[in-house]
């Protein structure tokens, strides 16, 4: 059997992008063919997991200094990967981006019991740290990309950034989703005042999106128009998001809801708002990366606000399909100029909502994407 591992720091059920999109991969496969592997754990694992076998990596006891406590933490957990991936007969492991230790300890597994390494970039391995660790991940980059099998990149920009890097061909597997039977979405209640312009977000909000909102809020302020209503779905605490000033008369706060009614939540909304920061201390993360909801927010057919920086792919893969409105520009003026326009053009409305449809069902089908996967893994 060709069996391979995949080791994360968020697994499913876990409401994280990350968690999201590899259940979208995986809930399909025999899960004789795989195995799920992490150091976190989530208090809610027990419930809706993946039905193949799950693996927890103890932590062990740190030393006070932060480089040792590294060095301890990679040799620990390589040592407990070993033991899982022999049992298992793994002949694959793929790693995917978001903890140092995870990455380093997976290469290291990969290179001891000599089995294929796939590191599933998500993000830009080399810039999601500060500090110490940042230091160390742009070393083990040029080693993680030396060593693979193959890598995985979510879209064009993190593709190009590795070719210019290091002159390797990662592989393209875009963050997958269902596309959605849009008069089955019409027909389900509608959770939102129909006399109110409802601007909608769904997904976690964190420093990759706090100063984006922050802009929105203040457009929506210059306009003045007391119909806009912005409903945020997520898990991040009110009070968390109240202290980085996402905060207004026309917020409602919404608790996370479970996967399967995003689509309908999404598709009801008026407006989509898909934000990334334009002042954030990582900008080689924000201008490579491709949301988890981004497949999400096309399929449902509705048109879709874009804040994100001009040389994000954000803007290139938006502007090129004239799939929404982009606003590349820190000036809740011009924010707030684009957003009347797309309330009060009907017709750009609908262009951008055919759009979005149609790239979805082009290049975020969950189903051609999972043969992709599937390929590439030769299962």
Known sequence: MNKFAVLSHVLPPSPSGQSIILKNLLETLNPEHYCLITSSIDQNIQLDKLPCKYFFLSTS??????????????????????????????????????????????????????????????????????????????????????????????????????????????????????????????????????????????????????????????????????????????????????????????????????????????????????????SSPFPAIIKTSAPGKMGEYLSVGKPILVHTPEDSFLNYYFSKYKAGLVNTQKNAKQLAIDLDRLINDTNLQQDFSLNARHQAEKDFDIRNIKNNFYKLLNI
Do not use: W
């Open 61 to 278: 006891n740190k030393p006070k200094l932060p480089f040792l406590n590294t060095l301890a933490s990679i040799f620990s957990r390589t040592k407990q990967l070993n033991k899982i991936l022999s049992e298992q007969q793994c002949q694959k492991i793929i790693v995917c981006s978001g903890d140092f230790v995870d990455m380093a300890s997976g290469l290291l597994s990969a290179k001891i019991l000599k089995i294929k390494f796939i590191p599933y970039m998500f993000d830009y391995f080399a810039y999601q740290s500060q500090g110490l660790l940042g230091f160390l991940s742009k070393l083990l980059e040029k080693y993680i990309i030396k060593y693979a099998f193959s890598v995985i990149v979510p879209n064009e920009y993190l593709r190009n950034a590795y070719q210019s890097s290091y002159n390797t061909e990662a592989t393209i597997i875009r963050n997958p989703c269902l596309i959605p039977d849009l008069s089955i979405l019409d027909k389900k209640k509608c959770m939102f005042n129909n006399k109110y312009i409802n601007i909608v977000y769904t997904g976690s909000i964190y420093q990759a999106h706090f100063d984006a909102f922050r802009d929105l809020i203040d457009a929506i302020k210059l306009l003045k128009n007391s119909q806009i209503k912005l409903h945020l779905f997520t898990t991040q605490q009110i009070t968390e998001l109240k202290k980085e000033d996402i905060s207004g008369d026309f917020i409602i706060y919404h608790p996370y809801i479970k996967q399967g009614e995003i689509s309908t939540i999404q598709r009801h909304a008026d407006i989509l708002f898909l934000p990334l920061s334009l």
